[in-house]
């Protein structure tokens, strides 16, 4: 049985020009599909399944938001067949990002205070 959803996602999130709505998917349509999450740039709605527990889904959450980080600022636009290596890139780099910003939760104010860039 999955755990029940111990955390709450953003309603939306901001990805360079793009705001993203964030809901929950289902979990028969994730199931459906066969996959945790989604990320429609189409729709531009990022869906979690957030039954499996909060670092399922905050790994889920990060996944996806580099989904919607690399169509943004690219290179989301690669030859059909580099998709699983962009899959298994989006899936590394997502698991040691929750990681990271699990460890080190002053690194998300770093990241605030120096964003957007200040102009040279
Ligand atoms: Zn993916």
Redesign the pocket.
Known sequence: MPESPIIVLPKQIKVGGLTYQVVTWHPSGAQAARRFGECSHLELTIRVDDVHGAERTREVFL??LL?AIGHVFGPDHLPQDLDQSK?VY??ATAMGLTAVLADNPELVRFIRDAWPPVPA
Do not use: M
Request: aromatic share 0%; net charge negative.
């Open positions: 996944h996806e989904h899959e989006v899936g």
